[in-house]
């Protein structure tokens, strides 16, 4: 059973280049999380998508950032232009539903540098 | 606002030594609660989580955590710790009504042989 699954894993790039982000949740899940994780600022989460819908999008840093989620299976992180400061890693995670109990899985991130 | 308090950032335990994270929550409602682990550049890992059904949980690799509304914690502990034990562990909640889960700032376990 596949898991949470992100491209590319690492990814460098030059300052004020844009940079995508992929994410394939789990099938069947219909929720879908994007997270920032920092030394600095430990995880922080940037976007909830439920049922494809952006639901709450107040985590995202700055209008540089913009996710969509197009289908049920597929969903992107886009900064453009990117900067050094956006160096991190970039984790999706989805969950069965929005309830609180439900266990958010992880994929195993992409790590990102912007020189 | 609720909030997870992870004690200690760095904890050091000999192989075969009790392992125990420590993690309290703010909650005046008993939130539902999960602890995380992170290998060296690997996503997060569900050890186990508290729904309510019962106090002690117990979860993957040999770990549990017991819940205790009275001390708002839920400690993470293992009986034996196992080199392979080595990596960093997340306490989160996600308070009653939301999907959002709030982390701790993590613990990173070393084990020494």
């Known amino acids: ?115 | 606002a609720q909030s997870v308090t992870q004690l200690g950032s760095h904890v050091s335990v000999s192989e075969g030594a009790l392992v125990l994270l420590r993690c309290n929550y703010s909650s005046s409602v008993p939130p539902y609660l999960f602890w995380y682990v992170q290998y060296p550049n690997q996503g997060l890992q569900l050890l186990l989580k508290y729904t309510s059904a019962a106090t002690l949980v117990k979860g993957i690799n040999g770990f549990e955590a017991e819940f205790k509304k009275s001390e708002t914690s839920f400690h993470l502990t293992k009986p034996s710790a196992h080199m392979s034990d080595a990596a960093e562990y997340f306490c989160a909640v996600t308070p009653s009504g939301t999907y959002k889960y709030i982390f701790g700032t993590g613990t990173r376990l070393k084990v020494l042989a």
């Open chain 1, 1 to 115: 059973d596949a898991g949470v699954i992100q491209s590319p894993r690492h990814e460098v790039t030059e300052m004020g280049q844009e940079v995508t982000l992929r994410c394939k949740p789990i099938s069947g899940h219909n929720s879908l999380f994007w997270y920032r994780q920092t030394m600095m600022r430990g995880l922080e989460l940037l976007i909830y998508f439920n049922n494809n819908v952006p639901i709450d999008d107040s985590g995202m840093p700055e209008d540089r950032f913009s996710a969509k989620m197009p289908n049920a299976s597929f969903s992107t992180l886009k900064i453009q232009p990117s900067e050094p400061r956006d160096s991190a890693v970039y984790f999706c995670a989805s969950s069965l539903g929005d309830r609180e109990a439900d266990t958010q899985y992880f994929g195993p991130g992409t790590r990102l540098t912007v020189l």
